[in-house]
Nanobody, 124 residues
Framework: QVQLVESGGGLVQAGGSRRLSCAASGRTFSNFLMGWFRQAPGKEREFVAAISRIGVNTYYADSVKGRFTISRDNAKNTLYLQMNSLKPEDTAVYYC?????????????????WGQGTQVTVSS
């Protein structure tokens, strides 16, 4: 069992930046592959980015590649998502998630643990 708490959401202007954090507690953080997902109103939850257990490998959705950076600090049990050049279409609730799967995956069903989400709103 691992508990996840996101923070860092808020209102930001288009073109701006925001850094999300996800604090983990419970089981050993480095045992989990971690991911960020988002869900906009009326839309399905979609994959944003994922990072391997020790942070060597990362994977991004095409829609955020080159603008977002996922990272983790296993000593601090924390996952991050640095978001730059934000667009109105990035507006969503952002969730962090933990998976025991070994290979990086973008499939929500492969993530057993989820945070409560943090709202990011990008104004035009």
């Amino acid at each position: 069992q691992v508990q996840l708490v996101e923070s860092g959401g808020g209102l930001v202007q288009a073109g701006g930046s925001r850094r999300l954090s996800c604090a983990a507690s419970g089981r050993t953080f480095s045992n989990f592959l971690m991911g960020w997902f988002r869900q906009a109103p009326g839309k399905e939850r979609e994959f944003v980015a994922a990072i391997s257990r020790i942070g060597v490998n990362t994977y991004y959705a095409d829609s955020v590649k080159g603008r977002f950076t996922i990272s983790r600090d296993n000593a601090k049990n924390t996952l991050y998502l640095q978001m730059n050049s934000l667009k109105p279409e990035d507006t969503a609730v952002y969730y962090c998630a933990a998976s025991t799967v070994v290979v990086i995956t973008a499939t929500p069903a492969n993530y057993a643990y989820w945070g409560q989400g943090t709202q990011v709103t990008v104004s035009s």
